[in-house]
């Protein structure tokens, strides 16, 4: 019984392990540990071998109410008063609907027809993951702010913050009802493409000063007492010029298709209504009716770019203004841009959770509450993955001298630059004393061949354990993370 009653804690741990080391395996789901025995030594290790799918279920239930404590916990130790806090939405499909969570929405995997929910995320300016929150699938963007809000200012007993945030959550209505009423919360968002030209055609925002500088701090009277920052990208303007002219020929070539399909001598498409229909599949699918001119009736289609309208939108190429609330003493310009960029870091959190570590789909959950514990779960997996990333940074490819790279930018408006350290090990995929790299995944695929093995001595009774010895790059991997491998 003394054995059971510590399961859920050991239970928590191997399952932790096993999302970081196995993220698709079963071990990481509803299967018993036991049955995994001859692939891995993780539940003999932990001594919950025993322990099946009913005991695996029990430690999610056992995790669920220590959320709060464990991220009041992660915030003590990653934020602090006046700290910027980093926050952002995705959403994950499910297979099924049947879930109280799951409900129809916009799907940020582009899965349409699946029911889903949305995770909203915590992080430090570093990108270390301190919370996570998971709404049904059909919460706007907007109303997802209050929730870790809530947690920042009672949970985490933070008075002072600076929430960085996309233009997705921070509608103006939101902002005056939630955010400017609290003393001591201050915010980093951006303005959605229209708020920007309004600045344009009321004079707030000159663009041909764009053209010689990267970044513009202007004010403006719809946002009174915020600062504007208005930064131009070159690369990104040139590159969205181009996505615009690659989609504007493929809506003329399916539009010509079907001003041929109207002057063909067999199976002509006639009528208003038929032909109105074919048109408007067309510009359903690539989006760019706007730009576009179009007159039909019951024989004919006619179609002409609205070059006025395209060059309007030409000249926003590649520039995005910043809104924030917080003095230029306290957040200088470049700091302000560096931190709404650094919502990048959560990006990449997203993708790990979902796609390139740990794999939050599939769920084998249907109750709310196990499915928030198995979110909660996966987002204790990546802490962990995150922080060995950072110590195993040198023999991956991931830049361990991020300051070097920083140190080459023109500008922060200007791409990210990786270090000399990082461009050297990219193309000779060894490290500077010559060690291979690795990505994350094939690391631990390294570290995977470490073994324990029983050893029994012929018929009798006598056994003992051995470990593998590792080899110079798992032995220089477990240095990094100070680990021991027999212990």
């Given amino acids: 019984m003394a054995a059971k009653k510590s399961w859920p804690r050991a239970l928590v741990v191997a399952m932790l392990v096993a999302r970081i080391l196995a993220p698709q395996s079963k071990l990481a789901t509803a299967r018993g540990l036991g049955s995994a025995t001859a692939a891995t030594s993780l539940g003999d290790t932990l001594g919950v071998e025993a322990a099946d799918a009913d005991a695996l279920y029990m430690a999610r239930d056992w995790l669920r109410p220590r ?65 996570v929150e998971v709404f049904p699938g059909n919460t706007a963007d907007p109303t997802t702010l209050a929730p870790p809000l809530q947690k920042l200012r009672a949970q985490f007993h933070l008075q002072r913050l600076v929430l960085v945030g996309d233009r997705g959550r921070r509608t103006d209505a939101r902002m005056r009802a939630e955010l400017q009423p609290v003393t001591g919360l201050d915010w980093v968002t951006a ?28 004010t403006a009277p719809a946002y009174p ?89 030409a000249a926003l190429d590649g520039v995005y203004v910043l809104r924030t609330s917080v003095s230029g003493d306290t957040l200088p310009t470049e700091t302000t841009v560096q931190a709404y960029k650094s919502l990048a870091g959560v990006e990449r959190a997203f993708r790990s959770l979902k796609t390139v570590d740990l794999y939050v789909r599939p769920m084998g959950h249907r109750l709310a509450e196990r499915v928030r514990a198995h ?38 408006v200007a791409p990210a630059q990786r270090s000399p350290k990082a461009q050297r090990k990219a193309p000779a995929q060894q490290t500077d004393d010559g060690r291979p790299v690795h990505s994350f995944q094939t690391l631990l695929q390294d570290l995977a061949t470490g073994a324990k093995n029983r050893i029994r001595f012929g018929e009798s009774a006598l056994e003992t354990t051995m470990f593998t010895t590792p080899t110079p790059l798992p032995q220089r991997a477990l240095d990094l993370l100070q680990v021991a491998l027999n212990v």
């Fill in 375 to 412: 979110v909660f779960l996966c987002r204790l997996a990546y802490y962990v993955a995150w922080h060995m990333r950072q110590a195993l940074a040198p023999l991956l490819f991931d830049d361990d001298d991020k300051a070097a790279g920083e140190a080459r930018r023109a500008s922060v």
């Fill in 191 to 218: 303005l959605r493409r229209p708020a920007i030209q309004q600045l344009v055609e009321t004079g707030a925002l000159d663009l041909s000063r764009l053209v010689v500088t990267a970044l513009l701090e202007c």
């Fill in 67 to 131: 959320q709060p404590q464990s991220e009041a916990a992660l915030a003590a130790r990653h934020l602090a008063e006046g700290t910027l806090v980093l926050c952002d939405l995705t959403s994950t499909y499910f297979a099924g609907h049947t879930w109280p969570l799951a409900q129809f929405g916009h799907s940020r995997d582009s899965k349409k027809g699946k029911v889903q929910i949305v995770v909203g995320l915590v992080c430090n300016a570093a990108g270390c993951p301190v919370a």
């Fill in 225 to 313: 007492g915020e600062r504007l920052i208005a930064c131009r990208n070159p690369l990104l303007a040139d590159e969205r010029a181009r996505q615009r002219e690659a989609l504007l020929q493929a809506t003329e070539r399916a539009w010509d298709a079907i001003v041929q399909a109207t002057t063909r001598a067999k199976r002509r498409l006639t009528g208003q209504a038929a032909i109105a229909l074919r048109v408007g599949k067309v510009r359903n699918h690539f989006k760019m009716g706007k730009y576009f001119q179009i007159e039909l009736d019951d024989a004919h289609v006619r179609y002409v770019r609205d070059t006025q309208r395209i060059t309007a939108e």
